[in-house]
Nanobody, 115 residues
Framework: QVTLVESGGGLVQPGGSLRLSCAAS????????SNWYRQAPGKQREWVAG???????NYADSVKDRFTISRDGAKNALYLQMNSLKPEDTAVYYC?????????WGPGTQVTVSS
């Protein structure tokens, strides 16, 4: 069993930055897929960024060049550095791991971008 917990959300002004963290505990294997998703009020959950088992990173067009995903294998942690935040980035952000075909989600952390 794997447990994920996000942290680092909050209220930030447009143009500001936040760094989200996702701490994983349990049976974490070396190679796994890890992603960040988000869900804005009244909208479907959408993929934001991801790291493959081989370490390749990908981003949604809406966050490319503003967000950076990274992973610390030794700490079983996933991060999302978010810069130049916009009001449309307001959402609950979720981390996601897929390990040996099983999917795990964190409970989410709220990010609100507003002046």
């Amino acid at each position: 069993q794997v447990t994920l917990v996000e942290s680092g959300g909050g209220l930030v002004q447009p143009g500001g930055s936040l760094r989200l963290s996702c701490a994983a505990s349990g049976s974490i294997f070396r190679i796994y897929v890890s992603n960040w998703y988000r869900q804005a009020p009244g909208k479907q959950r959408e993929w934001v960024a991801g790291i493959t088992g081989g370490g390749s990173v990908n981003y949604a067009d809406s966050v490319k060049d503003r967000f950076t995903i990274s992973r610390d294998g030794a700490k079983n942690a996933l991060y999302l550095q978010m810069n130049s935040l916009k009001p449309e980035d307001t959402a609950v952000y979720y981390c996601y791991f897929r390990i040996l075909g099983r999917e795990y989600w964190g409970p989410g952390t709220q990010v609100t971008v507003s002046s």
